[in-house]
């Protein structure tokens, strides 16, 4: 195979929903990159629906898992079998127009120390390019405070007013390149995560490595959000404000710690946990004392991400 199309492993992890997955792989079927590995992991689900893969997509390799790993965990099984120079993440809610991962690789060449690459992450449109809505064309960093960042671009019309290709805070998970080379210096995912924020770890990780995190907002990518665990369960409600103060225990300085755990205190858990209150929603006002009661101390770490060496 020429050097212009170095192999890319295309990873998927699937949870239940066998459905959206299938849209991902007869999206991948009219993509003409001719190097192309795509590995499906299937992360514990509740019904073995694998065959119907094999059968429909034999050109997939499937990779199952007993237990649900979480999404850093299902992502970094497949990690140790790609083959590719370069790992393509995708959540199995998405689809991907022809030309995207061509131009995602070109990024590598022309900028230097990029260590990971989004594209434009556009919602799941009615029609396609028709009132397509933005979802995400970069991240500013998370605010030492309030551990809070601004996704650039959400909710507007996309009219390509964003074409440059340009340096970001933090890839998506939902669609994010990385070369074999930074996985194998930098590590995997950080597991205990489970899910959101081990792609914003990981991007500090990367950073902190002396690599740069790029948007290249000329390429989309088409995301179905939320399906796997729906827009306000009380799983997400967990995971997102547990893994936010983790996420800063992880990746600020002492100082930095100080005045967000006051604006914390002081700010977050009685602004939210009256908003539930009102709202007469006590199982999320449970659950989000919950996630913030697991980051008392210093929570035991039960999963590591191992560093690749292949």
Known sequence: MPDQYPLVSLITVNYNQIGVTCELFDSLRTIDYPNLEIIL???GSKVDETPVIATKYPEVKIIISEENLGFAGGNNLAVEEAKGEYLFFINNDTEIPNGTIPKLLAAFDKIPNLGMISPKLLYWPKQKGVNEIIQYVGATPVSNVTARNKILGEMEPDNNQYTELKETAYAHGAA??????????VGMMFEDFFLYYEELDWCEQIKRAGYKIYIEPNVHVYHKESISVGK??????????RNRIYF????RSTISLFFFTLFLIFVTVPKNVLMFILKGDWDHAKVFLKAVWWNVGSPKTTKKSKLVTA
Do not use: A, F, G, H
């Open 41 to 43: 992991v299937d992360n």
């Open 176 to 185: 994010m390149m990385v070369p074999r080379k930074v996985i194998n210096e």
């Open 232 to 241: 306000m369960s009380t799983l997400k409600t967990y995971y997102l404000n």
């Open 248 to 251: 800063m225990k992880r990746n």
